[in-house]
């Protein structure tokens, strides 16, 4: 077989392949505990977090789907600045031909404090990627935000 033939040939499997990739929303609970201190490493006691999740819509005149974000879950974090979310998540599972998952595991957070600049996190900041067929099981997320001040 001719080199020219093995390519044509891959590039038409890989496109075969990809037409069998289906999408499907799946909700896990993620493990998203954290810690909120200032800029000179000091905890912030009683700050509030809150889990941002992404609402979808059809619009039913036009047909196409719409995107807005709303809080999920809201929680203050304790006299060391400890917090810990544990309400479901829903994310984007893609199942291949070989039904074997593709898993964006992903946490969205927003920050509240008087006195402090609220605090969002920008998009693919807490992300992970999961080859496994655990979904988002043994994913954790452990971050520590900075709030700024306001001058």
């Avoid at 080199?3 to 493990?31: D, S």
Wanted: aromatic share 14%; proline share 5%.
């Amino acid at each position: 077989m001719k080199r020219k033939n093995k390519i044509i040939l891959a590039i038409f499997l890989v496109f075969l392949i990809l037409l069998f990739i289906r999408p499907q929303k799946v909700i896990y609970e993620p493990k998203v505990n954290g810690k909120i201190i200032d800029e000179n490493n000091k905890p912030i006691p009683n700050a509030t977090v809150s889990s941002i999740q992404e609402n979808e819509t059809k619009n039913k005149e036009y047909g196409y789907y719409e995107y807005d974000d709303y809080i999920s879950q809201t929680i203050k974090t304790d006299i060391n600045g400890n917090f810990e979310l544990s309400e479901k998540s829903r994310i984007d599972w893609f199942h291949t031909p070989l039904d074997l998952p593709i898993v964006w595991c992903y946490s969205d957070l927003q920050v509240r404090k008087d006195g402090f600049k609220t605090y969002r996190t920008k998009f693919g900041e807490l992300k992970e990627y999961n080859y496994e067929c655990r979904a988002c099981k043994k994913i954790e997320f452990r971050p520590t935000i900075i709030l700024k001040k306001k001058y």
